[in-house]
C-alpha cells in the first residue's frame, strides 16, 4: 500500500467549534452563535425573539428560524460555541502541536463574521482578516498549508435573517465579495479552499427528518449556493491560476438492506438525491438528468437562468473533498431495527458496529465511497474529515488510552491504502477534530475525536489545556513513514 509522495497528511476544524471569541475584534453573530447545547436526546435549539417573546426552535441544517424571527441569546441558555476551546487565543500552541505530528496541510474555516460582521458590508473589517493572517502565517512557519473551508455552518445572523437562510439570489453577491475578499488576501498564503461545507446536509436531513425542511426550498438554497460556489471557482482562478478549490460533500454510502430490487431502486435513488445531486453540480457543472425526478417529487419550481447555468459550467471545482463517517442502510421493507444520530436516522446494518451517537463504523463504505467518485468524476480527491467521536475518559495516569480511535483510523487509512492502490487519486487525509472540539451536530464537548485533549465539559467547565492522547503519538509515526506503519 503506498500512499503518493507528497500526500498531505493533517487534521480538520471548523472556525465557530474552535475558535470561540464570538463577539471579540468586530466579529458580527453568526447563526451558530445563537445555537445552544444538546445532546443526542436533545436537540441544539436556536434562539430568537417573534412577536416580543424569546422563542426556539430545532437547529435543522436548511430550515432556519421561522419568518420575522431576529436571532437571540438567552440569557439562561449554553453556547458552547461562544468560547469553544478558545483556538482564537490558543493558536500557536495548537499549531504547534500539529507540526509536532507532522502535518502537512491542517483544514480550517473561516469566520464569514469576522470578516463581514453582517455580511453586508463594502469593506472587510481588518481585525478579522489580521487573525487568519496570523493563523496561516503560524502554519507555513512549519511548512503546514493551510486547506481553507469558506463557509462552514455559520452564515452571518444578519443575512440569514434578511434572505431567509439563503432563500434569495442577493445572497449570491455576498458570498463572493466575501471569498473574493479572502482570495486577495491570502494570496500566496492559502493554496487550497473549499466553497461549502457539506453542501448537500440540506438533502441528507430531508431523508432524516421529512417535513422539518420544507423541500422545495432545500433546493432553492443549494442552487444559489452552486452559483455562488461556481463564480468563486472562476474568480479565484482569476485571482491567481495556482489556487486549487474543492467542493464539500457529506460522504455517506447507502447500502440497500436486501436484495428485493425495490430496494436496489431506492438505495439508487436515495444517492442521487443525498450524494451525487450535489457532486454532480459541482464537479460536472450541470444538473444530473435524474434532477428533474426529484425537483417533481418535491415539488420544487427552481429560479435558475441561462446564466446561471453558464456559470455553473464555468465554474467547475478542481477536486472532489468530502467528509466520510459512516454508512447507512435503506429497505422499502418494515425494520424496526433503527439507528439515531445526526445525518443517520435509518435502518441498522446488521455487519457493522455502532458508536454510542449511533454512528457505523464502515471503513470498506469509504474504499467504495473513493473509487465510485473518482470514476464519476475523473478529478483528484481529498478526504478532508473521517474520526470517532466517543467519551474519553483519562486514566489513573492521567492519560488518555484511545486504541478504540486509532483502530478506527487505520482502519479508514487502510481502506484509503486499498483505493489509492486501486488507481484512485487521493490527495489528502485531514482527521476531523485533530483537537477536541465542540459537536456540530449536539453541541457537545464529550463527543471527541481530537487527537489531543482539551479539558472542557459539556457545561463549559475546565481549563482548556490541552494534552496529547496515545492517538497523537500513533499518527506522528504514520505520518513520518507516510502511512506505512499503521501498526
Ligand atoms: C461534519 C461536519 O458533519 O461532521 C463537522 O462538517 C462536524 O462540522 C463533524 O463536527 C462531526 O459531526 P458531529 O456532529 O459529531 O460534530
Redesign the pocket.
Known amino acids: 500500500m503506498s500512499f503518493p509522495k507528497n500526500f498531505l497528511w493533517g487534521g480538520a476544524v471548523?472556525a465557530n467549534?474552535v475558535e470561540g471569541a464570538y463577539d471579540l475584534d468586530g466579529k458580527g453573530l453568526s447563526v451558530t452563535d445563537i445555537t445552544t447545547a444538546g445532546s443526542l436526546e436533545k436537540p441544539r435549539m436556536l434562539t430568537y425573539n417573534l412577536d416580543g417573546k424569546l422563542q426556539e426552535t430545532p437547529a435543522v441544517p436548511g430550515a432556519g428560524l421561522p419568518k420575522g424571527a431576529t436571532g437571540a441569546i438567552d440569557p439562561n441558555a449554553y453556547y458552547p460555541n461562544h468560547v469553544a476551546i478558545d483556538f482564537y487565543h490558543h493558536y500557536k500552541e495548537d499549531i504547534k502541536l500539529f507540526a509536532d505530528m507532522g502535518f502537512k496541510t491542517f483544514r480550517t474555516s473561516i469566520a464569514w463574521t469576522r470578516i463581514f460582521p453582517q455580511g453586508d458590508e463594502e469593506k472587510a473589517n481588518q481585525a478579522g482578516l489580521d487573525f487568519y493572517r496570523r493563523v496561516f502565517e503560524e502554519c507555513k512557519k512549519y511548512g503546514i498549508e493551510p486547506l481553507v473551508t469558506i463557509s462552514?455552518?455559520e452564515d452571518p445572523l444578519y443575512l440569514s435573517e434578511k434572505y431567509n437562510d439563503w432563500q434569495d439570489r442577493a445572497m449570491i453577491d455576498m458570498y463572493v465579495r466575501y471569498a473574493k475578499a479572502l482570495f486577495e488576501e491570502y494570496k500566496g498564503l492559502v493554496k487550497y479552499r473549499l466553497t461549502f461545507?457539506?453542501i448537500n446536509?440540506a438533502l441528507l436531513m430531508l431523508n432524516s427528518f421529512g417535513n422539518d425542511v420544507k423541500d422545495d426550498a432545500a433546493y432553492q438554497k443549494l442552487h444559489y449556493q452552486f452559483v455562488a460556489s461556481a463564480q468563486a471557482v472562476k474568480l479565484a482562478h482569476q485571482i491567481d491560476p495556482n489556487y486549487v478549490v474543492g467542493n464539500m460533500i457529506?460522504g455517506i454510502v447507502d447500502y440497500p438492506l436486501t436484495p428485493d430490487s425495490k430496494d436496489i431502486l431506492l438505495n439508487r435513488h436515495t444517492m442521487e438525491q443525498s450524494i451525487f445531486y450535489c457532486g454532480d453540480a459541482q464537479a460536472k457543472g450541470y444538473y444530473p438528468t435524474f434532477a428533474k425526478r426529484l425537483w417533481a417529487e418535491h415539488n420544487v419550481h427552481l429560479d435558475i437562468t441561462e446564466e446561471d447555468k453558464r456559470e455553473m459550467r464555468e465554474g467547475k471545482v478542481d477536486m472532489y473533498t468530502f467528509?466520510y463517517?459512516m454508512s447507512n442502510v435503506v429497505t422499502t421493507h418494515e425494520s424496526e431495527d433503527k439507528v439515531g444520530g445526526?445525518?443517520a436516522a435509518r435502518v441498522k446494518n446488521p455487519y457493522l458496529n455502532y458508536s454510542e451517537?449511533g454512528w457505523a463504523t464502515a471503513p470498506t463504505g469509504l474504499q467504495y465511497y473513493l473509487e465510485v467518485m473518482y470514476d464519476r468524476y475523473e478529478i483528484p480527491l481529498m478526504v478532508v474529515?473521517n474520526g470517532l467521536?466517543v467519551v474519553d475518559k483519562i486514566a489513573e495516569d492521567g492519560k488518555v488510552h484511545d486504541d478504540y480511535r486509532i483502530d478506527y483510523l487505520r482502519q479508514h487509512l487502510q481502506a484509503i491504502g486499498n483505493a489509492i492502490d486501486n488507481g484512485v487519486d487521493v490527495q489528502a487525509y485531514t482527521t476531523?477534530?485533530c483537537i477536541d472540539?465542540v459537536?456540530?451536530?449536539?453541541g457537545q464537548m464529550s463527543?471527541r475525536?481530537g487527537l489531543i485533549y482539551v479539558d472542557r465539559d459539556d457545561e463549559g467547565n475546565g481549563d482548556l489545556h490541552r494534552m496529547p492522547k496515545d492517538s497523537f503519538y500513533w499518527y506522528q509515526k504514520v505520518i513520518a513513514t507516510n502511512g506505512e506503519d499503521l501498526g
Open positions: 471548523a467549534q462552514h455552518y461545507n457539506e446536509s457529506c467528509s463517517y445526526n445525518f451517537w474529515e467521536g476531523w477534530g472540539c459537536s456540530a451536530g449536539t463527543k475525536y
